[in-house]
């Protein structure tokens, strides 16, 4: 077989894996969430590890950081600034407290970083999307965290995942420029 086809065949595989994570991903967006806690599409969402509980007026939430979010305790999802998630070189699977005061002022702690690798590539973009490609999958990458580099298309990237879990997205631990 020759190269060429070896390459475009990789390819093809690479692209109906992320077809499929996507439409995974927007399948959980608009399903109840009872048959998702159910699903074996969400086998690896589980929050039975997670706990949430009351103190001295403030609500806590453990959760999961999912990427643009973090999947809570009490199954609901949870905003995080990029800024925080991006500076924090947060790690999908990272297991993080959220405190919220009686105010509603939300403070985050990590208080279980999940176990991680570290990997370089080249930044690339697809759509509108910061990318690298690590062992023929690709991650998604913080827009914050690319900007925060000043990081260009065709840069090599030093990104942290996660060591033993799948994941769509890499954080960013540093930028080496393309000279």
């Given at each position: ?16 894996e992320s077809s499929i994570e ?48 973090m999947l809570g305790s009490d ?42 690798e570290t990997k370089i590539w ?58």
């Amino acid at each position: 077989m020759n190269k060429n086809k070896i390459t475009a065949l990789k390819d093809l595989i690479i692209s109906a894996e992320s077809s499929i994570e996507n439409a995974k991903a927007i399948l959980k967006e608009i399903m109840d969430e009872e048959w998702i806690k159910d699903s074996s599409l969400k086998v690896n969402l589980s929050t039975t590890w997670l706990n949430s509980y009351t103190e001295a007026d403030m609500k806590i939430v453990e959760w999961v950081f999912t990427w643009e979010e973090m999947l809570g305790s009490d199954w609901n999802k949870y905003p995080i600034a990029a800024n925080y998630a991006s500076k924090s070189k947060l790690v999908q699977w990272d297991k993080l407290k959220l405190t919220i005061d009686p105010t509603g002022r939300m403070t985050y702690k990590q208080i279980e970083p999940i176990e991680r690798e570290t990997k370089i590539w080249i930044l690339a973009m697809d759509k509108d999307k910061y990318q690298v490609m690590i062992d023929w999958k690709a991650y998604n990458l913080l827009t914050a965290a690319v900007t925060h580099y000043r990081a260009n298309i065709w840069d090599s990237i030093t990104v942290i995942i996660p060591k033993w879990k799948k994941a769509t997205y890499a954080a960013v631990e540093w930028i080496v420029p393309n000279n």
